[in-house]
């Protein structure tokens, strides 16, 4: 039988609780020293072997090495005074954080997470794929004090991004992507100047590229948003011309449960989609079917062989065994909509 497209998940995973605390978007590590990396290893292997029983083509670590898909960048990042708290509102203001503060120019001592890309590469012969947060959620994501405004501060983590990418492809990642869930939450200065920072990350790399855009983690603040959103969610609307015009391979979209028009997709021709056909949400397990009935429904708008089944955003907030069986759907319902598609050719 023809496959004609594959499933992953867009990143994160959940930690399970021997790791760190779990169903929060801000866990604490339970463990440290010798005995976290041991423990962070054995928790993105349960991951990989997960995603591949489950049918899985493309595979992640699930993020098990970091705290949080931002803040696990910057730790390793000279310039930022991890002290001086600043009390911050996140993707315009939807919530509001203590965050750390730049307070000098910001550099990378080294890879960042280069060591967590060989764990993936050696444990899976199977595609894989990383993520790094995008310049513009970084600049979302921490105070600024240092730079002359939170967009110059982005081109400069662009750079930086750039060569932590390079290292990565070089270990053997296939896919790097930048995930911007402050894209759907800024799309003017996205175009303006985040399109421009993304391109700067995302320069000269052996691997696939792609950039992830959400409307957020199942999280009480981001539901809430998006009840505000109306009966349709159009903010893809002006986004998706510019990124089909970039130089970005991949785009991974929210669509499962969602009020996003399927037909925006058609504002993509040239990029393959991770279409995100499960949700991310702890009160709502899919069925196999539900799944296929995404896919299919995607499929009226895109060529097969541009579609990859996806996940709508991080699942780090929900719980494992949750996870598990929404991981477990997505392969199952990829596996459906194959042989439907299929039988109608």
Not at 155 to 174: R, T, V, W, Y
Not at 193 to 215: F, P, Q, R, S
Not at 288 to 303: R, S, T
Request: hydrophobic share 40%; proline share 3%; net charge negative.
């Amino acid at each position: 039988m023809k496959k004609n497209f594959k499933a992953t998940t867009a990143g994160s995973l959940p930690k399970h609780d021997w790791l760190a605390e779990t169903e929060t978007l801000w866990p604490q590590w339970k463990v440290s020293g010798d005995e976290l990396w041991d423990k962070q290893k054995k928790s993105a292997k349960l991951w990989i072997e997960e995603q591949e029983n489950a049918g899985l083509e493309i595979i992640s670590e699930g993020e098990q090495f970091r705290i949080h898909f931002v803040h696990g960048f910057l730790e390793k990042i000279s310039g930022i005074d991890w002290d001086k708290k600043t009390q911050m509102g996140i993707r315009n203001d939807r919530y509001t954080v203590e965050v750390p503060t730049v307070t000098d120019a910001v550099q990378r001592q080294g890879s960042v997470h280069l060591k967590e890309a060989s764990f993936l590469r050696e444990n899976t012969e199977n595609m894989t794929k990383f993520t790094l947060p995008g310049p513009l959620t970084i600049s979302d994501t921490i105070a600024n004090d240092y730079y002359n405004s939170s967009q110059d501060m982005a081109m400069h983590f662009a750079q930086l991004l750039n060569d932590e990418a390079k290292e990565l492809a070089k270990a053997g990642i296939d896919i790097i992507q930048f995930d911007e869930p402050a894209f759907n939450s800024f799309t003017t200065e996205s175009i303006d100047c985040g399109m421009e920072a993304l391109e700067i990350a995302a320069a000269n790399l052996d691997c696939k590229t792609a950039v992830h855009i959400c409307y957020g983690y199942g999280i009480e603040e981001n539901l809430n948003w998006k009840k505000t959103l109306g009966e349709q969610w159009k903010e893809y609307e002006s986004l998706f011309p510019e990124i089909n015009k970039s130089s970005i391979d991949q785009i991974s979209l929210e669509f499962a449960g969602s009020n996003v028009p399927p037909e925006l997709m058609r504002l993509l021709p040239d990029k393959e989609i991770m279409v995100g056909v499960i949700g991310v949400v702890n009160d709502h397990i899919e069925t196999a079917n539900e799944v296929k009935d995404n896919i299919i429904e995607a499929l009226k708008h895109m060529d097969s062989e541009r579609l990859i089944a996806c996940s709508n955003c991080g699942m780090a907030p929900i719980s494992v065994e949750v996870a598990r069986r929404k991981i477990r759907a997505l392969g199952l319902g990829a596996e459906l909509a194959n042989k439907q598609f299929n039988s109608l050719l």
